[in-house]
């Protein structure tokens, strides 16, 4: 796989990813994440989770259990939530992509993030980005203000340290905010 | 994985010309169109399926929900579960589906997963999945470990001694209760296909699940014009209460006139080899008083000649409360 990042800010690791072999039956795709144009070639069977991390090198975004059933990859595909590891990256030529390193800083954290710190909605953190991830999605979603309707909007992403409690929490509060 | 070529064919027709090419559309096929991909990827990791080609079809413009003629409604096949869910009019008029949507896998898929693709997801179990195992579904002949081994959660209608897989679609609980049709085009043109014919049962063929032929590429569902005043329940039982399949789920639409059922349409999940509807049940309660007495007999019916597996005796009791339950809630 390599990546051609036609961004300003192409850093060493994706100059790296550039030269590394491609196979004949690598295809072109543009990608848009987090706002930068990203034109790839990349093998057909790469997933939009390994082009991330792999390709891309936006670690953030966390693989789990690659099967769909954890959700530990959720990304926003055009503004939806979706499971990366699911997904082909070539499916989404030209669509827009956020990650969790799109959504803010430690200096400027989106008010998800910000919740998910001071409820302490984490132990390990693994499972952390791809919760905020659908947290934040769950937002605009149809939702009721019951924190029943909340784990179960929730119930595809699983935290194996238990935090759920916390999760829930610090979901609410924000969504009591906006 | 094993390799293959991406390709997105720029109309129906080059689509259905390059499926077409393949021997299969069922188990083993060479080429498959792609949805949503939660399925297929999910297999295709796995090495259970391994197209040499694979169509994205996802920008073709099939994803159109909107009022047929007869008002009745048109689902576009790569719709997505959750925009089929939250349609106003689903939710007004076919609430059944709506409901069973929502309470299948998670707010990610459903937002992935496409209305064709949760159609023609797999009948499955854990031994299918699993390359190191048999499977007469996935490799004919090899035998079923699953009726000698873990099938707490299969089937207790509609199976065979070559396979025991439960067709684990909420959605198509509900879309066989509402008599929908499946509208396909192929290489020979297109056709209709009521819900009711579009699955086989396994018999000695369990690697053919649906009568798809190759190159046929499902364009549409439609939905009859609404039923006024029905009342539509679907009710799942599971072991978690969220983001798991259904150890036994009942999609129910009735009409009361007078005290009396005037219409039912009865269909159950989780049990099944396929969707699972019960024109038994529907009979006895088509003309019948909402009474428990009644619901419990519907139940007897639909259940009658279910057969359990080493673990899953407990399923045929479950369904049958299930059915009892969500007409009970249907009528309340």
Known sequence: MSSTPTGANTTPMQKAAADAAVPAIAIPITLRINGEEYSLRLDPRTTLLDCLRETVTLTGTKKGCDHGQCGACTVHVNGLRVLSCLSFAAVHDGDEITTIEGLGTPDTMHPMQEAFFTHDAYQCGYCTSGQIMSAVALLKEPCGPDDAEVKELMSGNICRCGAYGNIVAAIQAVRRRT | ?332
Not at chain 2, 28 to 34: H, P
């Open chain 2, 1 to 332: 994985m094993h390799s293959f070529e991406f390709t997105r064919p720029a109309d129906q027709a080059a689509a259905i010309s390059t499926a077409a090419q393949s021997k299969t559309a069922q188990q083993g096929a060479d080429v498959r169109f792609l949805g949503g991909g939660t399925t297929l990827i999910d297999l295709m990791k796995l090495n259970v399926e391994a197209p040499s080609r694979v169509l994205d079809i996802n920008r073709l413009p099939l994803d159109k929900i909107e009022d047929t003629p007869d008002r009745g409604l048109m689902i576009g096949a790569t719709s997505r579960n959750s925009a089929l869910a939250y349609h106003p009019k689903v939710q007004r008029d076919y609430s059944v589906l709506s409901q069973a949507i929502l309470q299948g896998a998670s707010a990610q898929i459903r937002n992935m997963a496409t209305v064709a693709g949760n159609l023609l997801q797999r009948t499955r179990c854990v031994y299918f999945r699993d390359t190191a195992m048999a499977c007469n579904k996935r490799e004919p002949g090899t035998g079923c470990p699953a009726i000698t081994g873990h099938n707490r959660t299969l089937a207790i209608l509609g199976a065979s001694e070559h396979c025991i897989a439960t067709n684990p679609s909420d959605m198509c609980v509900a879309m066989a209760a509402l008599e929908a049709t499946i509208h396909v085009t192929g290489p020979k043109g297109s056709r209709e296909i009521p819900f009711g014919d579009f699955y086989l049962l396994p018999g000695d063929t369990p690697h053919i699940e649906t009568v798809l032929e190759p190159g046929d590429l499902i364009t549409h569902v439609t939905l009859p014009p609404p039923i006024p005043g029905s009342k539509q329940v679907y009710l799942k039982l599971r072991d978690r209460a969220s983001y798991e399949f259904a150890l036994a789920s009942a999609a129910v639409v009735l009409t009361i006139a007078s005290g009396k059922i005037t219409h039912a349409r009865i269909a159950l999940g989780g049990i099944g080899t396929r969707p699972w509807r019960s024109p038994d049940a529907e009979q006895v309660l088509t003309g019948s008083a909402e009474s428990e007495s009644n619901f419990r007999r519907a139940a007897e019916e639909a259940l009658r000649g279910a057969k359990p597996q080493s673990e899953n005796g407990f399923k045929i009791e479950l369904a049958k409360r299930c059915l009892t339950h969500a007409l009970r809630t249907a009528v309340s």
